[in-house]
């Protein structure tokens, strides 16, 4: 007896502790959350006004003509007030090698006076693309208080670099290998050979894509591609971190949402401390430059390691193309045993490792043995505790099967609804079951949220739309692709589900289908990836990803896409076996809040939309407000009590509830 009493005062200590870091961990994340609702970034537009900008574009008019006016589309079609700033080179001398200039500061944007400055350029000179570049650079302005944005360079040329120093493909790896938010498009308006060789190279190097324009209407249509990409990238949320290269040295993590960068085959290591019984999840999403060179297997790697180096979870996802980056997540639990006996059951402390496996390329641009990027990548990291069930609880059986929602589901008919889809999980744009409407980018993700309940599944479609291609289009083929992922940022539908993730696309209508198992408490007890992780409810993110090659192919600058959303069976009052059904009205909140997808504005988006909480769904202990910490303080005062009748309460009603 006295042997068991000092067992649950010294659980109860450590217990204690941790209910302390993660009511700390919870105030924090709180008090001082970092880039949300912040703009993504700036740009800066660079534009050959050299020479022969002045020659025929073959449509009568000159090039330089044809680059005011693409420079005037641009301008009309980004977000009001986005930093935005024009340098021009070769336009002020016949001949020199230092012939650049800014000729519209990077700040708010300013419709008009970008065009004023764009009319004024008179091509006459030389090409310095290489010294142009690393002005840009400077121009743009540096992230502050720790934020990670999307800076890019945006340049358009008709020729390559005449100068030979600095060599362009060097000055944009160097640029990009210092900035991890620096992004640099290369946009050839009527080259061929060497130039285009050049840009290519210079985009590879700059972890951008390249664009080619044979004529002016492809100019326009490139340079909105690319500046639209700008400036709808990814919105970072998080406390910015920096993870060890070993578990020596590993900073403590509390629960919450941090900011850290990873390399080419590096590793970067936290430290955390669990207890014995709650289920801790763990999803890093690394976010390359949208489109930057890639190998098919270059991936990311997340791991959660006890103190004695047992792996306790291990995860891997790829990118499986080589056409262009997209964001990448993989995410990992410890789940303590129905038993509670596994090494990875201890409380104690633990490593939350993130690796990323690259093939890397050479500091001038030059590919790897796969070509992929070499550039750091910006990662957002989750951490969050999930308490265990009440003692005496006993819950449903899992739902391992696909059932209604499977591929023959029925899903939503009729006209669409508009939606604009968010940038990442931070501002995924809550819909719910229906039709919806939107346009994506070559080489853009879309997110989306979808919330479901205890017993209900996640259904869904995605449809790319019937475009006008380009002629010389004829045989080239890109990719549509979606990804399901849990409240906890865990992917789903792949890896042993019923879904394929991606389709083929060459402008013609093409299809997806993805949707998850039902949520189920005991889903966490499976083996299978697509089922384990659908063990909460809460906010499902939705990714709609088109392949980079895509911008070869169509002739409108965006395309379409429409999204079928079923939210299938009755949402049930909690995890218990025999829960009743919920009733619609007992949280007081809208259809919209519940997915009904009731209640929209004037631009067809639900009347509660806005940004997610980025912090998971039910059952996330860990980044709350402060009144959610409070909770966990009760929450975990009866942790002492579930450990020593969790194994036999699972062991006797798994399977059978």
Known sequence: MAHNHHRIATAGAWIGAVVVALVAGALSAAAAPVGRGEAPGSLVMVLDSSGSMADDDGAGRTRMESARGAVGAVVDA??????????????????????????????????????????????????????????????LPGPEGGATRTRTVLLISDGEDNCGTPQP???????????????????????????????????RAGNGRYYD?????????????????????????????????SADGAPALLPGQYLDTIGPGESRYYAVGLESVSTVNFAATAVPQPGAA????D???????????????????????????????????????????????????????????SSGKGPDGSDGSDGSDGARWPVELVYGVEAPLAAGVTPAQSAPEYGAGGKQA?????????????????????????????????????????????????????????EPTLKRATGTYSYGATHLFTPARFPIGRG???????????????????????????????TRPAVRPVHAGGDFYLAVTLGARAAEIAENPRIGVVLRVAVLGDELA?????????????????????????????AGNPAAAGDSSGAGGAGWTGIAAAAGAGALVITAGGLLFVRSRRGAAMRTTRGSA
Not at 233 to 244: C, I, L, N, Q, W
Not at 580 to 595: I, N, S, Y
Request: aromatic share 6%; hydrophobic share 35%.
């Open 294 to 297: 890639i190998g098919v297997s």
């Open 410 to 466: 029925r899903l939503p008919a009729g006209s669409p609804k508009a939606v604009r889809g968010g940038t990442g999980f931070n501002d995924a744009a809550l819909i719910g079951p229906g039709v919806w409407k939107d346009t994506v980018l070559p080489a853009q993700t879309l997110w989306y949220r979808v919330p479901a309940g205890w017993g209900q599944q996640v259904r869904y479609d995605v449809e790319f739309a019937n």
């Open 169 to 203: 493909c060097r000055v944009a790896g160097q640029l990009t290998e210092a900035d991890a938010g620096l992004r640099i498009d290369t946009v050839g308006f009527q080259v061929e050979g060497a130039a285009r060789e050049q840009l290519q190279c210079i985009a």
């Open 299 to 357: 991936g990311l790697r997340t791991a959660i390691v006890s103190a004695d180096g047992a792996n306790c979870d291990t995860s891997t996802e790829r990118f499986h193309q080589r056409e262009g980056a997209t964001p990448l997540t993989s995410a990992v639990s410890r789940i303590p045993s129905e038993q509670g006996t596994r090494v990875c059951d201890r409380a104690g402390s633990y490593r939350l490792v993130v690796e990323r496996e």
């Open 496 to 526: 042993g589900g019923e879904f394929t993730p991606s389709t083929p696309y060459n402008g013609r209508p093409a299809a997806i289908r993805m949707g998850s198992v039902p949520v189920a408490w005991t889903n966490r007890y499976e």
């Open 574 to 602: 909690g995890p218990q076996h025999g829960a009743p059904v919920r009733a619609a009205e007992a949280d007081g909140g809208t259809e919209a809040d519940r997915g009904g997808g009731g209640n929209v504005d004037k």
């Open 78 to 139: 980004l977000p009001d007030g986005y930093p935005t700033g024009l340098r021009v080179y070769g336009a002020d001398r016949t001949s020199g090698c230092a012939d650049t200039r800014l000729v519209r500061p990077v700040e708010a944007l300013d419709r008009d006076a970008v065009k004023r400055a764009v009319a004024g350029v008179r091509p006459k000179g030389d090409t310095p693309i290489g010294l142009s570049l690393r002005k840009a650079a400077a121009d």
């Open 213 to 245: 324009a044979p004529d002016a209407s492809a100019l326009a249509r490139q340079l909105q591609r690319a500046a639209q990409l700008s400036a709808h990238g990814y919105r970072f949320e998080g406390k910015p971190v920096s993870g060890a290269a």
